[in-house]
């Protein structure tokens, strides 16, 4: 069975951080793409970061110098670092699978509430 397990969010001032953590289990972890993806209050969902199976990353610009993703293959878990944390990256937050060659194998995570209020 397919699990993606989102964890480490929260409510946190402007300026501040948060590290999510996503625990994948149920396929093969080190031959799928990873993504974090958000989506705010009557908003679409938007890609946040992504990191492929060779490490190599891909931020939404604005992520940029603000936030960092990372796998580790070894505990099949994907993280995004959030620093400098502003009012507008207030949203759920989704971890995503995405096989890298057959991309019809596509999971989900359940979301974890990111909320940053003064």
């Known amino acids: 069975q397919v699990q993606l397990v989102e964890s480490g969010g929260g409510s946190v001032q402007p300026g501040g951080s948060l590290r999510l953590s996503c625990a994948a289990s149920?396929?093969?972890?080190?031959?799928?793409?990873m993504s974090w993806y958000r989506q705010a209050p009557g908003k679409e969902r938007e890609l946040v970061a992504t990191?492929?199976?060779?490490?190599?990353?891909n931020y939404a610009d604005s992520a940029k110098g603000r936030f960092t993703i990372s796998r580790d293959n070894a505990k099949n878990t994907v993280y995004l670092q959030m620093n400098s944390l502003k009012l507008e990256d207030t949203a759920v937050y989704y971890c995503?699978?995405?096989?890298?060659?057959?991309?019809?194998?596509?999971?989900w995570g359940q979301g974890t509430q990111v909320t940053v209020s003064s």
């Open positions: 149920g396929f093969t972890f080190g031959i799928y793409v």
């Open positions: 995503n699978s995405v096989h890298n060659v057959f991309a019809t194998f596509n999971y």
């Open positions: 990191i492929n199976t060779g490490g190599y990353t």
